[in-house]
């Protein structure tokens, strides 16, 4: 029986019996699956919630459905530049409590979830005067007013949205991937109908639609944070903002927020791109980054279990199960990518249609996709090592990267900007710099990494 200092065993535990290499193989397998599915479950209700947005919207309107684009733009990247409130609490939360600090893992968990708050809240206050950032795109003025009035409305779901990522790390860290899945379900769920009884039903078009999101936003975040709370107080945590731990937390942070900040930029630009060709070409690529989000975050799933798994093993010490691990997680991720592939090359010709009407939005989004279908196999690679350096705490390495890699993308998209290609082959140039290209010089980053072992750093 362990004694009274002894981390109490969980699933997927590695003291146990010596294992054969295919014993080992297959409890690997099965603690990447453990938190792997609910995170694929959890992770795509988030990009269905858009999802949803889009194919509704897109039946008021293709300048609505622009105005959608644009608006998304601009919220989204608040969102994803605050994505290190999941990432690095996940990645603090799992260390410590794989070296047996449960403690201490909720507590940095609960200063990550009040800096979300925070920064929430500051993002709110400078997403409602976000005019000037919409016009940086140069819309046409009846585009800029719809994505005025969904940025506008959208805003105050701000500090919902970054406390869920926040409350969702530390939940993971402790390797409960389940609960995040069933409160991304509930929410998913109830914003189907809400947002058609709000855009159709009460004739609201696109203000129903952010209204919708803002509401399910707000059940999620209250929902989580209610078991962020009953987690601390059982474990002598005090729920309460400690000034110097949070803005500790902020600080450890940076190098993750650089590293996303070079991702959003190339998101950026393909959408100044985009803009410039058109509405047609904006409204296209619009539909296919909510599909590109999808898959990209279904096989983020890997990635999520290799930052708990990785962060939870480097914490006991256990290099041989973290290489272990890292190995398994580039199998699953290839083949996951292969997957998404196959299913991608059935979307193309079948989600067109389903999305708009419009014939020429159409052949662009499938132009989009047949090169988002080639980047897929190379995603599943680059999103695991990126899941299993974010759990080792690599971040500085991460930020580095993460602006080679964004150069590398500058060129490709510079050249579809100022030539004169036609429209379908244009969007299509800006997905191969933007996307395909941007992967590729992301897995040589990566790949060099991980074949050492500096990024290996045990203990909490």
Request: charged residues 15%; hydrophobic residues 55%; positive net charge.
């Amino acid at each position: 029986m362990p004694g009274p200092s002894s981390p109490t065993p969980e699933p997927g535990d590695e003291r146990q019996t010596p294992q054969t290499p295919r014993e080992a193989r297959a409890r690997v397998d099965r603690d990447i699956l453990r938190l792997a599915i609910p995170s694929l479950g959890a992770l795509i209700a988030q990009p269905l919630f858009v999802l949803v947005d889009s194919a509704f919207v897109a039946r008021v309107g293709t300048v609505s459905l622009a105005g959608l684009g644009l608006a998304s733009v601009v919220l989204t990247t608040v969102v994803a530049l605050s994505v290190f409130l999941a990432y690095s609490t996940t990645a603090a939360v799992s260390r410590a409590f794989g070296a047996g600090r449960r403690a201490e893992a909720i507590a940095r968990g609960v200063d990550a979830c009040w800096l979300a708050l925070g920064i929430g809240t500051l993002s709110c206050l400078l997403l409602g005067a976000g005019d000037p950032l919409l016009d940086l795109f140069g819309p046409s003025a009846e585009v800029l007013a719809e994505a005025r009035t969904y940025l506008h409305i959208s805003a105050f779901g701000l500090p919902a949205m970054l406390a869920v990522q926040a409350a969702t790390g530390l939940v993971r860290g402790l390797q409960k991937a389940m609960i995040p899945l069933v409160v991304a379900g509930i929410g998913a769920a109830v914003n189907v109908p809400l947002n058609w009884f709000l855009i159709f039903g009460l004739d609201l078009g696109i203000a129903g639609s952010a209204i919708g999101t803002i509401i399910a936003e707000w059940g999620m975040a209250i929902a989580l944070l209610t078991v962020v709370a009953r987690c601390a107080r059982r474990n002598g945590v005090s729920p309460r903002p400690q000034l110097k731990q949070v803005a500790s937390a902020g600080r450890d942070s940076v190098p993750m927020f650089v590293r996303t900040l070079t991702l959003r930029v190339v998101l950026l630009v393909s959408t100044f791109v985009a803009t410039d060709l058109g509405a047609v070409q904006l409204a296209a690529h619009q539909l296919a980054l909510t599909l590109f989000n999808l898959f990209a975050l279904a096989l983020d799933a890997l990635a999520i279990a290799g930052q708990a798994l990785v962060g939870k093993y480097l914490g006991a010490s256990d290099t041989r199960t973290v290489r272990a691990v890292t190995s398994r997680l580039v199998s699953w991720g290839v083949g996951g990518g292969l997957v998404t592939a196959a299913l991608l090359l059935a979307v193309s010709y079948l989600a067109p249609a389903v999305f708009t009407p419009d014939a020429a939005v159409q052949e662009n989004l499938r132009a989009a996709l047949w090169v988002l279908i080639i980047a897929q196999p190379i995603a599943g690679y680059v999103f695991v090592l990126d899941g299993v350096l974010m759990g080792a705490g690599d971040a500085p390495y991460l930020a580095k990267a993460g602006v080679i890699t964004m150069l590398a993308t500058m060129p490709g998209a510079a050249w579809v900007a100022f030539s004169d290609l036609p429209d379908i082959w244009a969007l299509a140039g800006v997905w191969i710099s933007c996307t395909l290209v941007f992967m590729i010089a992301r897995a040589i980053t990566l790949g060099l990494r991980v074949r050492g072992d500096a990024w290996m750093r045990l203990g909490a």
